[in-house]
């Protein structure tokens, strides 16, 4: 951070470059694959025109979306056809997406739900069929890998959130990924104004400097040096903020299983990591309110992420996706982030045990 305030440059320049390429040696891929962008958001919205999607277009997604990601199917003008998950994992599968799929549909965007990779081998021999697309919405999904692969870089397009609520933050941020370098360099571009050659101080023409060339009606969503030097340092500090996540699931696991009404989170399979982002239950629909509800009372805090996008009155739909909605009504997700102490565990535990014997 000194060094950034010492350039007397704090907007984006070399440290941001540093941080895009220390997050490409971390997911194994090609430095110029990987572009830094302001927040996740932006890069779903650059993600459809990127793959030249507009109106006409299908995009299938999980109902259990982020609501951003129906949002930048919108945007573009194009349709967003939301498929049931997995009641367990609240992955897309390729038994849902496939019945998605229409010879209108462009692109399929999934998301690891709480770092859990889906099946992406199985989605993938689906969308090759139709020659369709894949978006990754890799959000949760920072340190996950799939066959040794890392998500987000599993098909055209991944997206990273670095806000303040993910595993590895900088107050906000993001990266997008891109599966051919002539994207990713049209991608930088649309995030700068579409400027194509710097112009100004950093320009090197020798007059006229101030001059600038445009490709396209770009938008201003680049990060600062500030946030990637944050970012520099919690990447090197990822595989501890991990391990601690990975912790707290097994001392969760370890002291809810044996609850004959509460089912703890599925493992990730065989040959997958998980980046632990989330910690979800499941239990009957008529108890979920009521364990949120008596959690509240004890002070802890609880949640259910995402809300089906089907049920939104924006997208109004009438389709019936049974697992989601199902998911919707029977999952909790429990308090985590890696500082999370031994005694604020205990404390969730126990007031879930003693809500058990009232039931
Ligand atoms: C947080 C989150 C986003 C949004 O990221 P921002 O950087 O805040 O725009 C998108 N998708 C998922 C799954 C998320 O959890």
């Known amino acids: 951070m000194a060094r950034v305030f010492q350039s007397n440059w704090i907007g984006k320049g070399a440290l941001t ?30 993600a459809m025109p990127l793959l030249g999607i507009g109106p006409g277009d299908e995009v299938v997604l999980p109902s259990i979306s982020f609501v951003g990601a129906g949002h930048a199917v919108v945007a573009a003008g194009a ?4 498929c049931d998950v ?28 709480g770092g859990v990779p889906c099946d992406v081998d199985a989605i993938t021999e689906v969308l ?16 996950s890998t799939y066959k040794a692969r890392s998500c987000g870089t599993l098909g055209d397009i991944g997206i990273w959130s670095f806000d303040a609520v993910k595993l590895l933050s900088t107050g906000d941020g ?19 104004l579409g400027l194509t050659t710097p112009a100004g101080f950093t ?16 938008r201003r969503a680049t990060t600062n040096d500030i946030a990637s030097a944050i970012g520099l340092e919690q990447l090197k500090k990822l595989p501890v903020f991990v391990q601690s996540r990975k912790d707290i699931h097994a001392f969760y696991d370890d002291a809810l299983k044996g609850l004959e009404w509460l089912r703890t989170p599925p493992a990730p399979s065989v040959g997958s990591e998980s ?5 979800w239950v499941q239990t009957p629909a008529a108890v979920r309110d009521r364990l949120a509800r008596c959690l509240k009372e004890h002070g802890i805090y609880t949640t259910f992420r995402y809300l089906p996008l089907h049920r939104l009155p924006v997208y109004g739909t009438h389709d019936r996706l049974p697992h989601a909605e199902q998911a919707a009504e029977t999952t909790l997700c429990l308090p985590i982030h ?15 045990h003693q809500f058990g014997k009232r039931l």
Request: proline share 4%; charged share 30%.
């Open 203 to 218: 320009s090197d023409a020798r007059e006229r400097w101030w001059e600038f060339d445009v490709i396209a009606p770009g």
């Open 79 to 82: 349709t967003p056809v939301f």
């Open 86 to 113: 997995d009641p367990r994992t609240l992955n897309a599968t390729a038994e849902t997406i496939s019945e998605k799929v229409t010879p209108r549909t462009k692109a399929a965007l999934i998301l690891h739900y």
């Open 174 to 192: 993001g990266m997008i990924y891109c599966r051919d370098a002539g994207m990713a360099e049209r991608v930088e571009r649309l995030l700068y």
């Open 275 to 279: 980046s632990y982002y989330m910690y």
């Open 128 to 143: 090759t069929t139709g020659r369709v697309a894949l978006i990754e919405d890799s959000a949760c999904s920072v340190a």
């Open 17 to 46: 470059s540093e941080f895009e390429a220390a997050f490409a040696r971390h997911l194994a891929v090609d430095r110029p694959l990987v572009r830094s962008v302001n927040c996740c958001t932006e890069g779903l919205f650059q």
């Open 338 to 352: 890696q500082r999370l102490s031994r005694e604020d565990r205990e404390r969730v535990v126990d007031a879930i």
